[in-house]
């Protein structure tokens, strides 16, 4: 079959993997390419069993793959024949020199714009996926521009904005595309091309243009603003706590505001993933970097109360459990960052976990699709960890458990089954707040929520 387009995307990851499998999926008449330096990664996409779990990806990368979507380790070759290329590489903090804990590491990023240059023998479209600091385009431009003979460049910013665990319906469904793009002849034309892909599926009025800067900076502000709204409601939840206030009733009265709404107001125990945190201590940088500290110093708050939140929540367990945890066995429910991925990358849960093992608790780590992730995550740290998926089997002799993910599948748990086979008293801290705590502790629970008064049986 003849192609229409011919789409590379470099980095076959939690982003690269679901959202070229989305454009295979709606665009039969595009072949799309996708490689990656990791060979494991390759062929577990080849395999049955993928490397990224999202609900609703099997079925599309089973429809798409070896048709018009082929995962491959020869990325040379592909970026000889390819005419559009996506680059979704990761760009983590930086650990090391300038900017160690707060700047992008941009090397991966760089050795793709090389990479790109060196075996690209045609003229083609580079688009930026990865989240970038703003002005990232111009370096990639540089790097591209020492092209020999006719070959020419055309690069566009097209951040991302899927969530994992929801990825495969936000792909196909998104609020809106952006595309940045020069306002030049051949940026125009270049964006042009982009957005025939995109409107195979999506409507116009959703894809929206503007200059690569505003593009690159909208990525890391949207990711800011989540975070931040996050960080204001867990602050007031410390302050709930101390007033006999109730979060949710609060959060409730707030998000009713129209000008407020009512999404990214859920109290818990903080926010973890890969990207929150990284991208704003990437603007907090860039901001420092500009000059402008007090800008700098407003949005590291936002860092500061998550990792506040995580400790709080940590001390009310060693608090509450009569300030020792030694010798005494603790379930972790739900080590994923969010509910519906198996992704632990900054999960809260490795925190907790850390410090429960400090403690020198027993810690038993339970989560329907993120146990070998965890595995990796507390490997070589020292105590005493054990991993079961069931939760009941889990919780059965633990003297507390700590509910540390949304899984739906813990809302529906049977609270009396597993309150009789755990040591008494029995604690439950419910850091995502979903379980119905006047039922449980109604059970005989000592139930400690976030940003509500606790449901103690003890007397003071
Ligand atoms: N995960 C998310 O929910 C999400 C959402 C939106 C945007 N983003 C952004 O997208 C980018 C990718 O994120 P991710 O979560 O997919 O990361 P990831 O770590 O899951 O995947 C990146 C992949 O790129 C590969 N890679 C690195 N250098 C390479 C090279 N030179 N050639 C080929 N492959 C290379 C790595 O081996 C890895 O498999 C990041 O900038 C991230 O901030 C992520």
Not at 139 to 147: G, N, P, R, V, Y
Not at 300 to 317: L, T
Not at 399 to 427: C, E, G
Request: aromatic content about 10%.
């Amino acid at each position: 079959m003849k192609f229409k387009k011919k789409i590379l995307c470099i980095g076959a990851g939690y982003v690269g993997g679901p959202s070229m499998a989305m454009i295979a999926y709606k665009c039969p008449d595009c072949r799309i390419t996708v490689v990656d330096t990791n060979p494991d990664r390759i062929d577990a996409w080849n395999s049955e069993d993928l490397p990224v779990y999202e609900p609703g990806l099997d079925k599309i990368v089973k429809i798409t793959r070896g048709k018009n979507l082929f995962f491959t380790k020869d990325i040379e070759n592909q970026i000889k024949e390819n005419d559009i290329i996506f680059v979704s590489v990761n760009t983590p903090t930086k650990t090391y020199g300038a900017g160690a804990d707060m700047a992008a590491d941009l090397q991966y990023w760089e050795k793709t714009a090389r990479q790109i240059l060196k075996h690209s023998r045609s003229s083609k479209i580079v688009i930026e996926k990865s989240t970038l600091p703003v002005k990232t385009a111009l370096a990639m431009e540089k790097i591209l521009a020492s092209a020999k003979g006719k070959i020419k460049f055309d690069v566009l910013s097209n951040p991302e904005f899927m969530a994992e665990g929801t990825a495969i319906s936000d792909l196909e469904n998104p609020d809106r595309v952006l595309i940045g793009s020069h306002e030049t002849k051949s940026g125009l034309k270049a964006r042009a091309e982009l957005i025939e892909i995109y409107a195979q599926w999506i409507p116009l009025r959703k894809i929206i243009t503007s200059n690569i800067w505003s593009s690159e900076l909208s990525k890391l502000v949207a990711n800011a603003f989540l975070a931040q709204r996050v960080s204001s409601i867990n602050s007031i939840s410390a302050l709930c706590e101390k007033t006999d206030a109730d979060i949710s009733e609060v959060a409730k009265a707030v998000g009713m505001d129209s000008r407020i709404g009512d999404k990214f107001l859920r109290a818990g125990i903080g926010f973890g993933g890969s990207c929150f945190k990284k991208d704003i201590l990437n603007l907090v940088y860039l901001c420092s970097y500009y000059g402008l500290q007090e800008v700098a110093a407003y949005w590291e708050s936002v860092v500061k109360i998550n990792e506040y939140q995580q400790e709080r929540f940590m001390a009310n367990i060693l608090n509450s459990m009569f300030s020792t945890l030694a010798g005494k066995k603790i379930c972790i429910l739900g080590f994923a960052f969010k509910a519906d991925t198996g992704d632990t990358r900054e999960s809260p849960a490795i925190y907790i976990s850390q410090k429960l093992l400090a403690e020198h608790a027993e810690v038993i780590i339970s989560d329907p699709k993120a146990l070998k992730n965890a595995a990796i995550d507390l490997d070589g740290i020292k105590g005493n960890v054990k991993y079961i998926e069931d939760p009941y089997r889990a919780v059965a002799g633990c003297h507390a458990i700590a509910i540390l993910t949304d899984w739906n599948l813990y809302r529906n748990l049977d609270f009396q089954k597993i309150y009789n086979s755990m040591v008494k008293p029995a604690f439950i801290f419910d850091g995502r707040n979903i379980i119905d705590h006047k039922k449980c502790f109604s059970i005989g629970f000592n139930v400690y929520p976030i940003g509500k008064p606790a449901l103690s049986h003890f007397k003071n």
